[in-house]
């Protein structure tokens, strides 16, 4: 019985009960993402799979870690001079919009070692 009053972590009741906003995971919209990725497109391509291997693939990836790639960014956590520049003016709602979208989108799915 501890064992299981240990299990109902949060986390477990909101897979039960998701549909509570209190529940939700990610407040990202995919399709306002979509359009504030057009600045994006020319590195990361349409949907995120890259146009050139200096750029990476973002098509696929967790969306908490594109979050995270991009508010470190934007506070200089992480340093890369072409996305500091892009990331700065970006709002925690554009960061979490442009997250969800690209997460949205099918991964890589050639995976053969070149
Ligand atoms: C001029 C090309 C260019 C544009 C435009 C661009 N990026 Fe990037 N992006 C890069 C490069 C280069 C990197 C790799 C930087 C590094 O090594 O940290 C990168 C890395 C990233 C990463 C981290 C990926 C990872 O695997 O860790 C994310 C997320 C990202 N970009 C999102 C965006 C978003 C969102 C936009 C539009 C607002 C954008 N980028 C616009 C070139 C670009």
Known sequence: MKN?????????LCVLLS???????AAGDP??????????????GKTGESV??????????????LIKALSD?????????VMASFAANLSNQDIEDLAAWY????????????
């Open 52 to 65: 050139d291997p200096n750029y990476p693939n973002l098509a696929g990836q967790h969306e908490s870690y």
């Open 103 to 114: 997460a949205s989108q099918d991964g890589l799915k050639d995976l053969s070692i070149k």
């Open 4 to 12: 299981m009053t240990h299990a109902l972590t949060a986390s477990t």
């Open 73 to 81: 960014y934007r506070a200089g956590r992480r340093t890369n001079a």
């Open 31 to 44: 399709a306002s993402g979509q359009s504030k990725a057009a600045t994006c497109e020319a590195c990361h």
């Open 19 to 25: 549909s509570l906003p209190l529940c939700a995971t």
